[in-house]
């Protein structure tokens, strides 16, 4: 069997249990291993060794990706390994061949975040001007409250929003094409404060479009086609998210003439973030705020390990003065 094959063959078993985005994120690291496989006269899975792998290692390596990058990759294709010796197609123990490079702590995710002292003033602004109840507000404000990865966001129809409860509902659909990144693991309700849901209420009554998707449904965020794609809504968490919103620009721009305000060059925007970015300050500001760990990963639908490696970017200073100061005083010994 041929790498490409085998790659084809792998990848076609486990769609059934990761979503299209992991199945993508596959595809993309295998290929590249396939690549270099046909490129080097590799032409059958059998002529792998724990050589051929380490050559492939230091052939990325010398490209020049970050550590994380091949970390990941590498991590994929031991993956894949452990996938052909369970078919036979070639020697038991080669997996263990394959080197996954450790990565220190601080490099494993170096993601930007929107940070408290930059949402929370630009969710009063928006909240006490004409713009209160427009879809980037609500799109922000949402975002900001519950924590939810973009995935989540786009699949909330209007049904979802529980307005005398103040409640949201994230449910899988994979079948009409809004899967949650967990699946039934990331199904979940979160309660809303009642600012947050008034905010969703005037969105609803002024700005939404009332749309129905290719399934009948009606998103809870539309698009004026429908359910918008997940880059249209990265597009719109950018613009939510423009400094200029609340203020003058931070880089010399004129808001009238810039480039970065169109939808196709809003992510260029140094001081845009995007829907990970707001996932990432919000998670951090849960924690800050002192609420307890295990509500929430429920409430974000992640583990606190996961948590506390690649979402909570809290300095020492932060954690010192927000986390563990206001406890000080029960450690009063008079």
């Known amino acids: 069997m041929s790498p490409r094959e085998a790659w084809q063959r792998y990848l076609d078993g486990r769609r059934t249990e990761i979503t299209d985005e992991s199945a993508a994120t596959y595809h993309y690291r295998l290929k590249l291993f396939v690549e270099w496989c046909e490129r080097n006269e590799i032409e059958t899975v059998s002529e792998l060794t724990g050589w051929v792998l380490d050559q492939y290692e230091s052939a990325r390596s010398g490209e020049g990706v970050a550590a ?59 909240r006490s001007n004409e713009r209160a109840g427009s879809r980037n507000h609500a799109l922000l404000e949402v975002a900001w409250h519950t924590g939810a990865r973009l995935g ?14 103040q409640t949201l509902e994230f449910v899988h659909r994979p079948e009409t094409d809004t899967p949650l990144k967990n699946k039934r693991h990331g199904e979940r309700i979160v309660a809303l404060r009642d600012g947050v849901a008034k905010t969703l209420r005037q969105y609803i009554q002024s700005d939404r479009w009332d749309k129905h998707d290719e399934h009948g449904r009606q998103p809870l965020f539309a698009s004026l086609q429908g359910r918008p794609s997940t880059n249209t809504m990265r597009a719109w968490m950018y613009a939510a998210t423009f ?7 931070p880089h010399g721009h004129d808001p009238e003439t810039c480039e970065f305000r ?13 829907p990970h970015h707001v996932r990432t300050g919000s998670i951090t500001w849960h924690q800050d705020r002192g609420v307890p760990r295990e509500v929430t990963a429920e409430r974000v639908n992640a583990s606190q390990d996961v948590i506390d490696r690649y979402y909570d970017k809290a300095t020492k200073r932060e954690r010192m003065e927000l986390r563990r100061r206001p406890h000080l005083e029960k450690l009063e010994i008079e």
């Open 152 to 165: 989540g966001m786009r699949a909330l129809d209007l049904r979802d929003f529980d307005a005398s409860e």
């Open 243 to 249: 400094p200029c919103v609340r203020g003058s620009c």
């Open 68 to 126: 994380t990058t091949l970390h990941n990759e590498m991590e994929t294709l031991q993956s894949f390994v452990e996938y052909l010796e369970r078919i036979e197609a070639v020697d038991d123990g080669l997996a263990d061949r394959v080197n996954i490079p450790d990565v220190p702590d601080d490099e494993k995710s170096r993601e930007t975040k929107l940070a408290a002292d930059r949402a929370l003033p630009l969710i009063r602004h928006y």
């Open 262 to 274: 169109s939808h196709t060059h809003a992510s260029k925007c140094p001081s845009a973030r995007s």
